[in-house]
DNA sequence: AGTTGTCAAGCTAGT
DNA sequence: ACTAGCTTGACAACT
């Protein structure tokens, strides 16, 4: 088991997803803000490996305007080097990498246009992980998209897309349940058919569900991940007390992190914790997965999956 | 220096 | 009809 925290380090000083508007777009700028951005995330990937952090999700924002159509320059050929450096640095502490495009990103849409679009976007994200000479383990997390007034119609739009997209883009994607459209039961529905792997929410899955306990939500998705996808993929976090459903926690809950670990310590799985202080809720994390019988973190002896 | 309006993009649920 | 929330504030123009 690896643990980590998504996109943003709050500590050393520098900020990986440095951005501007659109209007302020010049060809300096862009250059300027990929190469801070890309020497930042070194700096976090360092920070963390020097923590025991060893799975980190990459901002969607690292290239601004990658998929826009003002963004003129070869990015891709112009930082080949940097993304070579730091992948290898990736591959040599074995850190889980995995990226996860914003809500604008859709599959299943009804409006061509908007699928196009983010097609792009999803292009952009495959390119990143390949210029980084990732394996098929760094992956790309979406959720399944609209409702549009009809699921299984939007469901059926949604196979019938991924069907169809290029094998880079597909060998990275996985859904991920969410806390209001489609839930694990409708993500597993969706594996059947196109062998896309599940990434487990634990907050969504509390939020709704179809009745399945934490084991048994386990049970249903870790099994979705071929030898080739790596371990399983989580996304933790907890209900922040007295506060609006699904808003994410300040800071981990000892005890509820706790029961979570030990409800789910017959699985082995890389754990992102999305928690507002990030790489200190980390930290804590990884010291109180330590003490707890029956995980084993990398780097270490990594049990079988059940 | 501090404050405030606005930001590429979509969808849903709640007011 | 409008807005908060999403994974997440922070950029940029103003006083």
């Known amino acids: 088991m690896?643990?980590?925290?998504?996109?943003?380090?709050?500590?050393i000083g520098c900020k990986a997803d440095r951005k501007f508007r659109l209007k302020s777009y010049s060809l300096q700028r862009l250059i300027n803000t990929i190469n801070n951005n890309l020497r930042c995330l070194k700096k976090i990937l360092e920070y963390n490996t020097d923590h025991s952090i060893l799975f980190f999700r990459i901002t969607s924002d690292?290239?601004?305007?990658?998929?826009?159509?003002?963004?003129?320059?070869?990015?891709?050929?112009?930082?080949?080097h940097i993304f070579e450096?730091?992948?290898?640095y990736i591959k040599k502490h074995e850190i889980r990498i995995s990226m996860?495009?914003?809500?604008?990103?859709?599959?299943?849409p009804i409006d061509q246009k908007i699928f196009r679009r983010s097609l792009k976007e999803l292009r952009y994200h495959t390119e990143v992980l390949d210029l980084l000479e990732l394996d098929s383990s760094a992956k790309i997390q979406i959720h399944v998209g609209g409702i549009y007034g009809d699921k299984s119609g939007s469901m059926n739009r949604f196979i019938s897309r991924y069907q169809k997209l290029e094998e880079t883009i597909k060998q990275r994607l996985v859904i991920e349940n969410d806390d209001r459209g489609y839930n694990l039961k409708d993500c597993?529905?969706?594996?059947?058919?196109?062998?896309?792997?599940v990434l487990f929410d634990s907050l969504h899955h509390e939020i709704k569900n179809s009745g399945e306990t934490?084991?048994?939500?386990?049970e249903l998705f870790t099994k979705t991940w071929r030898k080739?996808?790596?371990?399983?993929?989580v996304d933790y976090s907890a209900q922040q007390s007295e506060q609006k459903k699904g808003k994410h926690a300040e800071t981990l809950d000892t005890k509820h992190f706790k029961h979570f670990l030990r409800s789910t310590s017959p699985f082995d799985y890389?754990?992102?914790?999305?928690?507002?202080?990030?790489?200190?809720?980390?930290?804590k994390a990884i010291k109180i997965a330590k003490q707890t019988k029956g995980k084993q973190l990398i780097p270490g002896t990594i049990s079988d999956q059940p």
């Not at 980590?4 to 500590?11: Q, V």
């Not at 450096?85 to 290898?88: A, D, M, R, S, V």
């Not at 080739?228 to 993929?233: I, N, R, V």
């Open 214 to 218: 934490l084991t048994e939500a386990f």
């Open 228 to 233: 080739k996808d790596g371990l399983p993929m």
């Open 85 to 88: 450096e730091l992948g290898t």
């Open 270 to 283: 890389d754990l992102m914790l999305e928690i507002k202080d990030k790489e200190q809720s980390a930290l």
């Open 188 to 197: 597993i529905q969706i594996h059947n058919v196109t062998e896309i792997p």
């Open 62 to 80: 690292l290239i601004p305007f990658a998929s826009h159509p003002i963004c003129k320059v070869n990015w891709q050929k112009k930082f080949t």
């Open 2 to 11: 690896r643990i980590g925290y998504p996109c943003i380090n709050l500590s």
């Open 100 to 108: 996860h495009p914003n809500q604008f990103t859709l599959i299943n």
